[in-house]
């Protein structure tokens, strides 16, 4: 089996101008997986998508190989993360090279750990080899939330979970965006990462799980980074 980790990191952002090269800690965003990828030993071939030679030089100059640069029409915000994928996978097998397995890693999830990158892998191998997603714990449960229909507010769920006790609702998770892994022949046939069922890799840690989309996102992980070091 041959596996393919893919980062993809366009050079465009509207929330945060040159997100992918945001410093977190003092380090460019996108580095942050890399080195989470590499740290956890897992066997793969490392492949950056970019359109900006930016975040290409910015890689290269840490090591990391950037052999081509995205074309335009997969770097604005209508392109998915299955267009880019695909895309990465047709570069390589114009050249004879197949892989089986791929596993996607966004650097906006900058903290999640090498151990969780090998043990989310792990389980994807457990699984079957079923598409595997990362989930974590949601910090609003769905049987709270509310739809207002007409200026009448429902239960936004089927099951009125408004007069059960937080301890009494059911166990309920959100995608948190960190890891992806599937294998190449399900992600061309279903065309998603995330398809009607998965194996789920529970992440409970709130750090892990963080997702920069915003400046408040990016400000919160450098306070998590800070707040775990030791305090002199």
Excluded at 5 to 18: D, E, F, H, V
Excluded at 99 to 105: K, T, Y
Excluded at 114 to 124: D, H, N, Q, R, V
Excluded at 130 to 144: A, E, F, R
Aim: proline share 6%.
């Amino acid at each position: 089996m041959t596996l393919m980790a893919l980062i993809p990191a366009r050079g465009g952002s509207k929330r945060i101008p040159g997100k992918n090269l945001a410093l977190l800690e003092g380090k460019p965003l996108i580095l942050w997986s890399l080195d989470a990828l590499r740290l956890s030993g897992l066997a793969c071939e490392i492949v950056i998508s970019t359109d900006s030679e930016d975040i290409a030089k910015v890689c290269r100059e840490y090591g990391y190989a950037v052999e081509w640069l995205r074309p335009a029409e997969l770097s604005d915000d209508s392109a998915s993360s299955v267009d880019v994928a695909l895309h990465a996978l047709e570069y390589y097998e114009k050249l004879g090279i197949n892989f089986d397995e791929l596993i996607l890693l966004q650097p906006t999830s900058p903290l999640r750990s090498p151990e969780s990158i090998l043990g989310a892998y792990e389980t994807f191998k457990e699984g079957g080899d079923n598409p595997l997603v990362s989930v974590s714990p949601v910090k609003d449960h769905p049987m709270w939330a509310v739809k207002i229909i007409d200026g009448r507010g429902f239960a936004f769920t089927e099951s009125n979970g408004f007069m059960m006790r937080s301890q009494e609702l059911p166990k309920a998770y959100s995608l948190n965006g960190s890891i992806y892994i599937t294998k190449t022949i399900d992600l061309k046939k279903n065309l998603t990462f995330v398809p009607e069922f998965f194996t789920p890799y529970i992440i409970m840690s709130n750090a892990e799980s963080i997702d920069i989309d915003d400046p408040e996102d990016l400000g919160f992980a450098n306070y998590l980074l800070q707040a775990a070091k030791p305090q002199e």
